[in-house]
């Protein structure tokens, strides 16, 4: 961990399901060198996708519980939670959505907005999280990108700005065109890691100066400069045009939108500089606690490592080591050997060992600064007995239960008796 707030993404990866989140994923993962070879969601190889770490997963091709993994690109540091598409796991992504900073909404070119992309955007409104929309499968048949930015603002209520527009569709999608830089993109290599930079083609260069227009018509709404150096017809940089529009992405006023195919490795490095350029950082974000000591008043946190701790602990996993614990530290440090206290039954709690989750994978830390994502194991350790005031169910078994079964149920009471983090 580097710990400069400034550099720092915590992003969540949400869609319809069959949108091509976990693709996406593996693509980020391998461009940014987290992983050195890429393995697709049912692929022939029998791998399957980094993020899917269960077996259920890897057998349906579906995402179930959200994974966490973590990637360097252009100086930044990349947080990502690949959340599950379908309606079934949906408590998952609103678990997830409640600690993120930023999002990427991913859409399908052929199917468009769908039900759960409502669900989603809906989630996403509810916890103020900005995003950015990448319109995914453009090589399939029937893709029209521009249909979904239309259903972007006819069915979500977006006010989407066009990014890029493609070159080719269908099975003659062959790059990008992007209206910032106006140039246009190419992606060599096996794997499309090669980016190759050109004039945008002649048949092209009328539209793209037209969707330029629209682009800088919305961004100038929100920078003074760039509507000076409109109406003064004075060069606009890009450096002045993506701040313009990373002010409207912040207030949520304005959704960029980038389009590609990550199955075929096309776009997928534009919308990592989409990500750094666009989405906050932790100190863009405000942050609100409840002062359980004075009336429960309202305190906003600073992501400043020197201040004391506060944390939100969103998810609880059983892990092979015993129960993981994630974990969002909002201001101060939490370090291995420190002491927090649980708010809610107000007992204190030794922190043992620290970890930053890549899938099922760890990686031992000494501290998780203020601004970042990390995960405890164990918080503490299972009581033998749990006694329940007012239980809503009996269970009475009509066979002797084995202790396999006995433990589980066991900790799945201890989940819910400690960390419920379900919004209710």
């Not at 529009?245 to 490795?265: C, D, H, W």
């Not at 490592?305 to 609880?316: G, M, W, Y």
Request: contains cysteine; glycine residues 8%.
């Amino acid at each position: 961990m580097k710990n400069d707030i400034q550099n720092v993404r915590n992003i969540g990866i949400s869609a319809h399901i069959d949108s091509g989140k976990t693709t996406l994923t593996e693509r980020i993962l391998f461009f940014t060198k987290r992983i050195h070879a890429i393995h697709d969601v049912k692929g022939k190889d029998g791998v399957g996708a980094t993020m899917d770490s269960m077996e259920l997963e890897k057998e349906r091709g579906i995402t179930i519980a959200s994974a966490a993994t973590f990637c360097e690109w252009d100086n930044h540091e990349i947080n990502i939670i690949d959340t599950p598409g379908h309606v079934d796991f949906t408590i998952e992504v609103e678990r997830s959505l409640r600690v993120l900073d930023g999002a990427i909404l991913v859409l399908c070119s052929v199917g468009g907005v769908q039900s759960q992309s409502i669900t989603v955007d809906q989630q996403m409104k509810r916890y103020k999280v900005p995003c950015i929309a990448f319109i995914n499968k453009c090589d399939r048949s029937g893709a029209n990108p521009f249909r979904v930015i239309g259903q972007l603002k006819e069915k979500l209520g977006h006010n989407p700005v066009t990014m890029q527009i493609p070159i080719g569709l269908e099975a003659d999608l062959e790059g990008i065109v992007d209206l910032v830089s106006m140039k246009a993109i190419y992606f060599d290599g096996n794997n499309g890691e090669v980016l190759r930079t050109e004039e945008i083609p002649e048949n092209l260069l009328g539209e793209a100066e037209e969707k330029r227009e629209e682009l800088i018509d919305a961004a100038s709404m929100f920078s003074d400069e760039l509507t000076e150096a409109v109406l003064e017809e004075k060069e606009i940089s890009e450096d002045m045009l993506i701040a313009a529009i990373r002010q409207g992405t912040l207030t949520r006023e304005l959704t960029p939108v980038f389009m590609g195919s990550a199955y075929k490795n096309k776009g997928v490095q534009p919308l990592l500089d989409g990500v750094t350029h666009l989405l906050p950082s932790p100190s863009d974000v405000e942050n609100s606690a409840l002062d359980m000591e004075n009336d429960e008043k309202i305190v906003i946190l600073a992501s400043d490592s020197q201040k004391p701790v506060v944390a939100l602990a969103f998810k609880l996993e059983d892990g092979q080591y015993g129960q993981l614990t994630y974990i969002r530290v909002y201001q101060g440090s939490l370090s291995k050997g420190s002491t927090i206290v649980n708010v809610r039954n107000g007992r204190k709690i030794k922190v043992g060992r620290l970890v930053r989750m890549h899938s099922e994978q760890m990686e031992d830390i000494e501290t998780i600064p203020a601004g970042y994502i990390g995960a405890l194991l164990p918080l503490a350790a299972l009581p033998r007995k749990i006694r329940l005031s007012n239980p809503m169910l009996t269970m009475r078994p009509t066979k002797r239960l084995s202790k396999v079964w006995v433990n589980s149920i066991l900790k799945c009471m201890w989940n819910e008796c400690t960390v419920n983090t379900t919004p209710q």
